[in-house]
């Protein structure tokens, strides 16, 4: 199984949305409702934003959404806000219990 | 509420093995129908999944990884152990241990804090 393919950073301003796409494959992102996405800040551990491809897990803004087409999962947070600066993880189930990761994405909110 | 703290020695000699600890508190690994990870983080780069295990004691593990890793369960102490043999400096990262908040498996809710294990002679 290969990582799934992110982009190495994306930015925006305050208040603006932005999108991180997150590509694979039939046998991952498009073969399984199951892409998660998780925000992670300088030293600390990822927290889980997104799961089941557009589910939000309760405490999470809503400022955050998932959507799929296809073998691409994407990420959008709207009304972007300075907290939002952060690496950012898409994850798929990749067959037989097996997880794979995106490389990550760097959101700067300019 | 569940709480996850990795253990482990900081530095490991290369070809040697890595052992890792996820001891849990908050919540018994034997509870429910729950799959622990592991998940890895090399310094400055991206996240990697390396198994996880079932609470029945069945693993899954990362294809690429698969002939090097060990995940296992010890009920008594209600800790999660990893194994990775054979290291290399490719092998030095961060090591996470996680748990989904229902019994799917596939996404985790809960992680410990992180512990950095460098491989170097």
């Known amino acids: 199984q290969s990582a799934l393919t992110q982009p190495a950073s994306v930015s925006g301003s305050p208040g603006q949305s932005i999108t991180i796409s997150c590509t694979g494959t039939?046998?991952?992102?498009?073969?399984?409702?199951?892409v998660s996405w998780y925000q992670q800040l300088p030293g600390k551990a990822p927290k889980l934003m997104i799961f089941e491809d557009t589910k939000r897990p309760s405490g999470v803004s809503n400022r955050f959404s998932g959507s799929k087409s296809g073998n691409t999962a994407s990420l959008t947070i709207s009304g972007l806000q300075a907290e939002d600066e952060a690496d950012y993880y898409c994850?798929?189930?990749?067959?037989?219990?097996?997880?794979?990761f995106g490389g990550g994405t760097k959101v700067t909110v300019l | 509420q569940l709480h996850l703290q990795e253990s482990g020695p900081g530095l490991v000699k290369p070809s040697e093995t890595l052992s890792l600890t996820c001891t849990v508190s908050?919540?018994?690994?034997?509870?429910?129908?729950?799959?622990w990870g592991w998940i890895r983080q090399p310094p400055g780069k991206g996240l990697e999944w390396i198994g996880s295990i079932f609470f029945t004691g069945t693993t899954y593990y990362n294809p690429s990884l698969k002939s090097r890793v060990t995940i296992s369960a010890d009920t008594s102490k209600n800790q999660i152990s990893l194994n990775l043999s054979s290291v290399t400096a490719a092998d030095t990262a961060v090591y996470y241990c996680?748990?989904?908040?229902?019994?799917?498996?596939?996404?985790?809710?809960?992680w410990g804090q992180g512990t950095l294990a460098t491989v170097s002679s």
């Open positions: 996680a748990r989904p908040s229902d019994s799917s498996g596939f996404y985790y809710d809960y």
């Open positions: 039939s046998s991952d992102v498009g073969g399984y409702n199951l």
């Open positions: 908050g919540g018994s690994i034997t509870s429910s129908s729950y799959y």
């Open positions: 994850c798929s189930h990749a067959g037989s219990r097996t997880l794979v």
